[in-house]
């Protein structure tokens, strides 16, 4: 009998500069995508945060008004962590984002600003691997983000974004998205996965409110069985897997 073959994950694009990470809430990147971040800042590349929301609904013991603005300090520390300084937030309501036009518009709007040839995201599908129901957040995000970067480079959709000096961009080659139950490629989470863990522990009030174990075996537990996970299809080595779509 034939012994099937585990698919391999082929190494992600390597000749860009510029990329654009866009998902619903703090902490989305930080589950999964700072290894790989950290590497790709290391390298000299340019990457930049988006984020549709601030959070605000994301912990239960804190109100709204108040776990906005802490969930933003502590998106912004923890992209620093590895190497991120650009961080924007563009105020959707956390829990109720709606796909649709308006949300396609101010994402492919971030896209024509910071004219990336990566754009990644966070899985857009209903579940979690068949296992765990998505929700509906990054299901918007995720989804709105894929169409977003071909809204980016069509003049006639959103004409209100030239008028105010967001040109066209084109530019987008690929979209990444993490967390996908059919990733296709892998970025090497090695030298990164530290600086993950450190990224991570900076939403350490939210973590605080999600889970009764201590932050860091949390954490550190977490991170480092996702990418173990990930290392039998990558050549034995870590890794943060993606989905990749060229454009």
Same mark, same amino acid.
């Given at each position: 009998?034939?012994?099937?073959?585990?698919?391999?994950?082929?190494?992600?694009?390597?000749?860009?500069?510029? !990329?654009? /990470?866009?998902?619903?809430?703090?902490?989305?990147? +930080?589950?999964?995508? *700072? $290894? #790989? %971040?950290?590497?790709? =800042?290391?390298?000299?590349?340019?990457?930049?945060?988006?984020?549709?929301?601030?959070?605000?609904?994301?912990?239960?013991?804190? !109100?709204? /008004?108040?776990?906005?603005?802490?969930?933003?300090? +502590?998106?912004?520390? *923890? $992209? #620093? %962590?590895?190497?991120? =300084?650009?961080?924007?937030?563009?105020?959707?309501?956390?829990?109720?984002?709606?796909?649709?036009?308006?949300?396609?518009?101010?994402?492919? /709007?971030?896209?024509?600003?910071?004219?990336?040839?990566?754009?990644?995201?966070?899985?857009?599908?209903?579940?979690?691997?068949?296992?765990?129901?998505?929700?509906?957040?990054?299901?918007?995000?995720?989804?709105?983000?894929?169409?977003?970067?071909?809204?980016?480079?069509?003049?006639?959709?959103?004409?209100?974004?030239?008028?105010?000096?967001?040109?066209?961009?084109?530019?987008?080659?690929?979209v990444a998205v993490a967390g996908?139950?059919?990733?296709?490629?892998?970025?090497?989470?090695?030298?990164?996965?530290?600086?993950?863990?450190?990224?991570?522990?900076?939403?350490?009030?939210?973590?605080?409110?999600?889970?009764?174990?201590?932050?860091?075996?949390?954490?550190?537990?977490?991170?480092?069985?996702?990418?173990?996970?990930?290392?039998?299809?990558?050549?034995?080595?870590?890794?943060?897997?993606?989905?990749?779509?060229?454009?």
């Open positions: 009998m034939t012994v099937p073959t585990i698919p391999q994950l082929q190494p992600m694009p390597e000749d860009w500069r510029r !990329a654009l /990470a866009v998902v619903a809430h703090p902490d989305d990147l +930080e589950y999964g995508c *700072s $290894a #790989a %971040v950290a590497a790709w =800042t290391d390298a000299g590349r340019e990457i930049a945060y988006v984020l549709a929301t601030r959070g605000e609904a994301g912990i239960d013991s804190i !109100a709204p /008004a108040e776990c906005g603005p802490l969930r933003e300090r +502590e998106q912004r520390a *923890s $992209a #620093a %962590v590895v190497g991120v =300084t650009e961080v924007e937030f563009l105020d959707h309501r956390d829990g109720v984002i709606e796909y649709g036009p308006a949300l396609r518009r101010d994402i492919a /709007a971030a896209i024509r600003r910071h004219r990336p040839e990566l754009v990644i995201t966070l899985n857009h599908r209903d579940t979690w691997g068949g296992v765990a129901w998505n929700t509906p957040d990054h299901v918007a995000v995720g989804r709105a983000t894929l169409d977003a970067a071909g809204d980016a480079g069509n003049r006639w959709i959103f004409p209100e974004l030239a008028e105010q000096g967001l040109q066209p961009w084109s530019g987008v080659r690929w996908s139950a059919t990733p296709t490629h892998a970025v090497d989470a090695s030298a990164g996965l530290e600086r993950a863990v450190g990224s991570l522990l900076e939403h350490r009030a939210y973590i605080e409110a999600l889970t009764d174990e201590d932050p860091e075996t949390y954490v550190r537990g977490f991170l480092t069985g996702v990418a173990h996970s990930m290392q039998e299809r990558f050549g034995g080595r870590p890794a943060v897997a993606f989905e990749l779509f060229s454009r």
